[in-house]
Nanobody, 123 residues
Framework: VQLVESGGGLVQAGGSLRLSCVAS????????MGWFRQAPGKEREFVSA????????YYSDSVKGRFTISRNNAKNTVYLRMSSLKPEDTATYYC?????????????????WGQGTQVTVSS
C-alpha cells in the first residue's frame, strides 16, 4: 500500500487548507484511515480518523469544530479540510491506513503511512 499526501503549504492564521491522501496498491477498504501530525521536537499526535464506510469520524479536542475528515472510496482518497488554522497547527501531516481492529487515535494501530505534507501557519 502506498499513501501519498498533498495539499500542504503556507497559510496565514485563520485560513484554510484541504489535505488529500491517495492510496494505491490496495483499495482503501481498510478498517479506517487517519491523519496524524508531528511538529519539530514533538511526538506524532492524532488529528482525525474515519472508518471505512465514512459513518464514523473522530477528532482530537484541539481540532474539533475546525477540521473535517471525509473520504471517497471510489477515488481511493481521504481528505482533511482544515479551517480557522492556528500557528499551533503547524506540523507535518501524515496519512495512515488501519486494517485491523483497534482504536483510531493510536498511531500504533496503523499499518501504513504516507511520507507527509508540511503545513505552516503564520501568525
Amino acid at each position: 500500500v502506498q499513501l501519498v499526501e498533498s495539499g500542504g503549504g503556507l497559510v496565514q492564521a485563520g485560513g484554510s487548507l484541504r489535505l488529500s491522501c491517495v492510496a494505491s496498491g490496495r483499495t482503501i477498504s481498510s478498517d479506517g484511515m487517519g491523519w496524524f501530525r508531528q511538529a519539530p521536537g514533538k511526538e506524532r499526535e492524532f488529528v482525525s480518523a474515519i472508518n471505512w464506510s465514512g459513518t464514523n469520524t473522530y477528532y482530537s479536542d484541539s481540532v474539533k469544530g475546525r477540521f473535517t475528515i471525509s473520504r471517497n472510496n471510489a477515488k481511493n482518497t481521504v481528505y482533511l479540510r482544515m479551517s480557522s488554522l492556528k500557528p499551533e497547527d503547524t506540523a507535518t501531516y501524515y496519512c495512515g491506513a488501519k486494517y485491523y481492529r483497534g482504536t483510531f487515535d493510536y498511531r500504533g494501530n496503523y499499518d501504513y503511512w504516507g511520507q507527509g505534507t508540511q503545513v505552516t501557519v503564520s501568525s
